[in-house]
């Protein structure tokens, strides 16, 4: 194993990125052998879940059958409830945790005080779209074709409205399409004349993926409610920057710098 080669080499543990590339794609008995490595090494397992909306306690779930078959010590990073769906409900995914505990799980979790995630549009495409990365992705959204329905269908389905749109705030393409650096997905859509789930998938074709966003999709009594409890932490997730915005690109989340 890598993993192996590298907690020899003095590595604190592992951090999985299940809702990104490649990390999507890793299986379950992939995930178990890591996990069980972390737990012979005596180091933890961090974990950006595979989903943070409306599968989050599945995703949750599938976390807690691992370190319930392998032992290891689990860390939720920046747990939420990212989709209107399952708004409302951070006591009842708390309990999970609290249940997962008393049945002998080594398990915390940590959250940022925001109620906005920053990531890229894309992130809300199903993941076989990006199987192939961002531009093959881009070229699937621009034939004609079933599969450039099925995404054009969830999009309206789960963001139809100007008010959805708005929730979206493009930081940046990346040159792709300077009109939408500093807009919202909703401002974007009345400037292109167009629909917000359109809007959302020309956008996405136009960078090919490769963008940067700040998506309000959290509520803000659910993070009033975690930051409440005893057990929960406080957690900065975030790329590290210079202090000097002279040497600093882009336009970070503000948990960047003001988490603490």
Known sequence: FLLEENLEQGAWGLTLGLGYLPGMFADKHELEELAKTCY???????????????????SLDEMLDI?????????????????????GRAEELHSKILRAREDGIRINADMYPYNACSTGISSRLPTWVMSGGGEAAARLLSTPGPKRDEVLALFREKYPTLEDGERFYVVSSYGHCPEADGKTLGQLSQLWGLPVPETMLRYLIETQ????????????KDVLWLLAQEDMVIGSDASCRPFDPAASDGKPHPRTYGTF
């Open 40 to 58: 012979i090494y005596g180091v933890p397992l961090a974990v950006h879940m595979r989903d943070e909306g409306e599968r989050v306690f599945e």
């Open 209 to 220: 993926c490769d963008e940067d966003a700040i998506i309000f999709n959290v509520d803000e």
């Open 67 to 87: 370190a319930r078959k392998t032992g290891v010590q689990l860390q939720i990073s920046h747990l939420k409830l990212g989709a209107k769906s399952v708004w």
